[in-house]
């Protein structure tokens, strides 16, 4: 499992649990639960944009650093 501040813009992953309340409470408000398939946006100095659930969300990066993940590593070969 990673934390999401480890997760590079375009890495796709599920989200697995949380180490704050904090953190569980602000995804939950968001709608986004243990299970739900997260895609990075970007990372910026303060602040991690990501899909979750066809919606765009703003993660403060003290919040996620405490979001456990575990990234999707998918390789589809149709030859």
């Known amino acids: 499992m ?3 501040i480890n997760l590079k813009p375009g890495d796709n992953a599920y ?5 704050s309340k904090e953190s569980c409470d602000f995804l939950i408000e968001m709608g986004c ?5 997260i895609k990075i946006r970007s990372v910026k100095s303060n602040i991690v944009t990501a899909q979750v659930n066809f919606k765009s969300i703003y993660i403060p990066l003290d919040l996620a ?10 390789v589809i070969c149709l030859n």
């Open 2 to 4: 990673n934390p999401l």
């Open 15 to 19: 989200i697995i649990d949380f180490t």
């Open 33 to 37: 639960f243990p299970g739900d398939r």
């Open 65 to 74: 650093q405490s979001i456990l993940t575990h990234p999707i590593n998918l």
